[in-house]
């Protein structure tokens, strides 16, 4: 069905935009205007601004308590960080634009997109997802002094992350490492969204997307993948036996993905990459004190230690912006955690117990209200919104937001989601 206003159209371009800029942003930054690759660091928040200024004017922005209460948090936030925090209105402009411009560009794509759009940009997803799986096999195997493997601004340190047995984890075409992560742990969802409805996508895309999520999991070098695959995994066991229908197309992706493991064992590539992924995630388990110490300091994000310090802070906090690389290399001039490195810490350390908490709580409430809502699409036999759940729960609960492309990626996936939860437009 063709739109029937021309803004529709362009607002729909802008989410596109949005789209590609989130994924291609680490590409300008490194390799085609390393010059000015601190400007391109904000390059998504024009378009964030424009889509929700736009759905105001045109009367079609929800105010809702999250959005009103996030957009009071920015403005109160600026306020006491300039008054009694840290002082610095660029830092605090920085840590605000999270709560005025990106949580309501949220709504606005939801807004914007119906499920058709959702689908297609699943199917983008899996058409990319082999020439990113070629560019971090190129990552991986080549010296940091590489091209390919250039930093942000043209450093020639390189962007890759860590050293186990000599390999650095790879970024792909973002600016860090967790780039590369988020990006293939949307291809997840959408790669077990189009094995549940294979007659509505390219059946060499799925397969090719489907062998590319297999190899990058070692290649990434991150627990973090592999744990989000794992999620979404069982998130697709139980729509099997939630819904009964959907075992056959459950045991048929089954059945593809341990021969995908079967034939790529046999390549040395694959061997290599899951010897070092192996190593990495036997030495962190073993510093990080086990698979408890993972689960609960990575997917917990210290949740218990931020509440339970936050007594000893400022009431109002030590100022928006504070805990991001920008607010500590602007108030610094290094790269440093001056507040907490885990989402929950960072956000009670910039705004104080009160604001924090209450910002948490709103974060966590709208988190459960989507996966309420996607619980009643699934009983529905509507599988799409449970499954992009699967990942929007987390970057929605508690998803590092002071980190410009997982901001993005919370912010894009978070719209996909509340799109989801439509009805497909007609044909």
Same mark, same amino acid.
């Given at each position: 069905m063709s739109r029937q206003k021309p803004k529709s159209v362009w607002l729909l371009r802008g989410v596109w935009a949005y789209f590609i800029l989130l994924i291609f942003e680490g590409a300008l930054r490194k390799w085609v205007l390393p010059e000015i690759a601190s400007p391109l660091l904000v390059i998504r928040d024009p378009i964030a601004l424009w889509l929700v200024l736009r759905l105001i004017l045109q009367k079609k922005f929800p105010f809702t308590s999250f959005t009103i209460?996030?957009? $009071?948090?920015?403005?109160?936030? +600026?306020?006491? /960080?300039?008054?009694?925090?840290?002082?610095?209105?660029?830092? $605090?402009?920085?840590?605000a634009r999270i709560f005025l411009i990106h949580i309501p560009a949220l709504y606005a794509i939801g807004i914007i997109l119906n499920k058709n759009d959702v689908e297609n940009m699943g199917k983008v997803l899996l058409w990319l997802t082999a020439p990113m799986v070629m560019l971090v096999i190129f990552q991986f195997y080549s010296p940091q002094s590489a091209w390919v493997n250039r930093g942000v601004g043209g450093d020639l340190a390189g962007a890759g992350f860590g050293n186990v047995l000599g390999y650095s984890r790879p970024p792909g075409v973002f600016s860090f490492a967790n780039g590369n992560t988020l990006f293939f742990s949307l291809v997840c969802c959408f790669v077990f969204y189009f094995w549940f409805n294979t007659k509505s996508v390219n059946k060499l895309a799925l397969i090719t997307a489907t062998v590319g999520l297999v190899v990058a999991i070692p290649l990434s070098i991150s627990r973090t993948l592999l744990f989000q695959v794992v999620i979404t995994g069982i998130f697709s066991l139980f729509i099997g036996f939630r819904k009964p229908r959907f075992i056959t197309h459950l045991i048929i992706g089954t059945l593809v993905f341990g021969l995908l493991l079967f034939i790529l064992n046999s390549t040395n590539l694959f061997k290599l990459?899951?010897?070092?992924? =192996?190593?990495?995630? +036997?030495? /962190?388990?073993?510093?990080?004190?086990?698979?408890?110490?993972?689960?609960?300091?990575?997917? !917990?994000?210290?949740?218990?230690? $931020?509440?339970?310090?936050? +007594?000893?802070?400022?009431?109002?906090?030590?100022?928006?912006?504070?805990?991001?690389?920008?607010?500590?290399?602007?108030?610094?001039?290094?790269?440093?955690?001056?507040?907490?490195e885990q989402e929950w810490g960072r956000i009670i350390g910039e705004l104080g117990a009160l604001l924090g908490i209450f910002v948490i709580f709103l974060r966590v !409430?709208?988190?459960?209200?989507?996966?309420?809502?996607?619980?009643?699409?699934?009983?529905?036999?509507? =599988?799409?919104?449970? !499954?992009?759940?699967?990942?929007?729960?987390? !970057?929605?609960?508690?998803?590092?937001?002071?980190?410009? +492309?997982?901001?993005?990626?919370? =912010?894009? =996936?978070?719209?996909?989601?509340? $799109?989801?939860?439509?009805?497909?437009?007609?044909?």
């Open positions: 209460g996030s957009i $009071a948090v920015g403005i109160i936030g +600026t306020i006491t /960080a300039i008054i009694i925090g840290h002082g610095n209105l660029t830092v $605090a402009l920085f840590g990459s899951t010897e070092v992924f =192996v190593t990495r995630f +036997t030495d /962190a388990n073993e510093s990080e004190g086990g698979l408890e110490g993972v689960f609960i300091d990575r997917f !917990l994000g210290g949740m218990y230690n $931020a509440l339970v310090n936050s +007594t000893d802070l400022p009431f109002f906090g030590y100022g928006l912006g504070l805990g991001s690389n920008v607010g500590s290399q602007l108030l610094t001039g290094q790269r440093t955690f001056l507040v907490a !409430l709208f988190a459960f209200k989507l996966a309420i809502l996607s619980y009643k699409k699934l009983q529905k036999d509507d =599988v799409l919104p449970w !499954l992009i759940l699967s990942l929007g729960f987390l !970057l929605i609960a508690q998803g590092q937001w002071a980190q410009p +492309t997982s901001l993005g990626f919370s =912010v894009f =996936v978070g719209g996909l989601l509340l $799109a989801s939860l439509k009805k497909k437009a007609n044909n």
